[in-house]
């Protein structure tokens, strides 16, 4: 299938505001054409033009099927205007006629003259060009001449890089608002999601916060809460962050992914949420954003799309542009620059920044369970030990480590473990804990408390594994 079927096609695909600004490649084919036409005009086809282009790289006799010796052609843009306007600059280079008929007039009366010279009155012309003609064959730099340029402006040419650069432009824009626009909506969205996904505080009566101040040797399980939808959002978003839909962060295949890749991994995304029964959240708010979350990123899909679409439009059109017309452009001209810099500036990746915008932006609206966890046991680390290094531990890991004679920070290896008592109990993160993961607190709290009541049977001698029978 030809391109621009396939280019058309993909396109019907998009939203209509993507695909109005779209790169219009069957216009610029057409305009192609014109280029081909005018220059057919001038009596220059493209086998010819590019034998002309390619002077230098061409020996004389192939030259001089096309024009005479002397006369050369560049195709080259207007550096002086703000818009792309191509010619072909003829020169034409003979020597200085005055200095040659003075030597002329100094050739004997009885030199020999060809067989079909014409009558005497025309002798003298006919030795000129004659005398010309030899003069353009020595190798003298002594002798001046005279250069004549003839600059033929391409009018069909320059009506195509009107239209691509103007599209260009225009989709540069475009998508500068698109940006804008999409880091609007997800605010909005994080908004939304953050009243429905309530921490403790906000959605129980009973949630009481810690304190040093008030009896700290005693730590309560935190209340479960139903009103929230916090658990869930969590859940969503560990799930969207496993599939990395857009772009892998693993070592072996870091990088983007292609559209076929990137579709696939969003379905499979989606298909995991309602697998999980995540789609049934609480609240109708939390189920529209849910809606909303989705459609942002099958939105950043079509703007891949779009994007990928549009630099493979412009890369063909130019390079059929090349061939049709013979017509490259020059890449010391800085027509050409500011033409590569428009393409250049409308491939660079936006859905990478709105993949971005949505870490930023949307995803720490609920707090990861990984940037809670205790180094050692990867669980939360619910009444959390922060060491005078800095580092920061659960209770149980620490008092595992204390028994072991082991003094030295697993992290830093600073001898700060054997020093740390109640006093290093982070009381800040512990209500933090509570209050954003109840669930989680409440379940370590239990391992926790399991934990130490088999130690201690184990100093008694009782081994907690066996079971307890009564005769």
């Known amino acids: 299938m030809h391109f621009s079927k396939t280019y058309a096609q993909l396109l019907e695909a998009l939203p209509p505001e993507l695909r109005e600004n779209a790169v219009q490649y069957r216009q610029l084919k057409k305009l192609i054409h014109k280029i081909v036409l005018e220059l057919a005009t001038l009596g220059l086809t493209p086998r010819d033009l590019q034998e002309l282009l390619n002077a230098h790289n061409q020996d004389a006799e192939k030259m001089s099927r096309v024009l005479p010796d002397g006369y050369s052609v560049v195709y080259e843009l207007n550096e002086e205007s703000n818009r792309i306007e191509p010619c072909l600059r003829f020169t034409v280079t003979v020597p200085d006629e005055r200095n040659r008929i003075e030597e002329i007039q100094q050739i004997p009366p009885d030199a020999e003259t060809p067989a079909d010279t014409p009558p005497e009155d025309g002798a003298v012309s006919r030795s000129l060009l004659a005398a010309l003609e030899q003069r353009r064959a ?21 009506a195509f890089f009107d239209v691509l650069s103007s599209t260009l432009e225009s989709i540069s824009r475009h998508l500068l608002v698109v940006q ?21 505080s906000e959605s129980s009566t009973a949630f009481k916060p810690y304190s040093v101040l008030k009896d700290p040797g005693t730590i309560h399980a935190p209340p479960r809460i139903h009103n929230t939808d916090l658990n869930a959002w969590r859940e969503i978003f560990q799930l969207y962050v496993e599939a990395e839909v857009f772009e892998s962060m693993q070592e072996q295949s870091r990088g983007e992914w292609d559209m076929e890749e990137t579709e696939q991994r969003l379905t499979k995304f989606a298909e995991r949420v309602t697998t999980r029964g995540l789609t049934a959240l609480k609240f109708p708010e939390s189920r529209a954003a849910l809606n909303s979350f989705l459609e942002l990123n099958i939105f950043i899909l079509n703007i891949k799309k779009f994007q990928v ?16 017309t013979a017509l490259a452009l020059p890449s010391t001209i800085s027509g050409h620059e500011r033409l590569a810099l428009i393409t250049h500036s409308n491939s660079v990746t936006l859905p990478r920044a709105l993949v971005q915008a949505i ?3 949307l995803l720490p609206v609920v707090p990861p369970l990984d940037d809670y966890a205790c180094l050692i046991c990867t669980a939360i680390a619910f009444k959390p030990i922060r060491l005078t290094c800095g580092h920061l531990f659960c209770v149980r890991c620490l008092v595992k480590m204390q028994k072991r004679g082991q003094g030295s920070c697993p ?15 982070d009381w800040a993160l512990l209500n933090f804990m509570q209050d954003w993961f109840p669930e989680e607190a409440r379940e370590k709290l239990k391992q926790n408390e399991k934990e130490a009541a088999e130690e201690e049977l184990r100093e008694l001698g009782i081994d907690p594994a066996q079971t307890c029978m009564v005769m």
């Open 359 to 361: 870490s930023e932006i």
């Open 180 to 200: 804008q626009q999409f880091n609007e909506t997800l605010k909005q969205l994080s908004r939304a999601i953050a009243s429905s996904a309530r921490p403790a």
């Open 309 to 324: 679409a549009n630099s493979e439009a412009t890369r063909k059109i130019l390079k059929k542009h090349a061939k049709r």
């Open 411 to 425: 992290m830093c290896r600073a001898p700060t473990v054997l020093r740390a008592d109640r006093s290093n109990v």
């Open 138 to 158: 020595e190798v003298d730099t002594g002798v001046t001449s005279t250069s004549h340029e003839i600059v033929i402006p391409l009018v069909s040419d320059s």
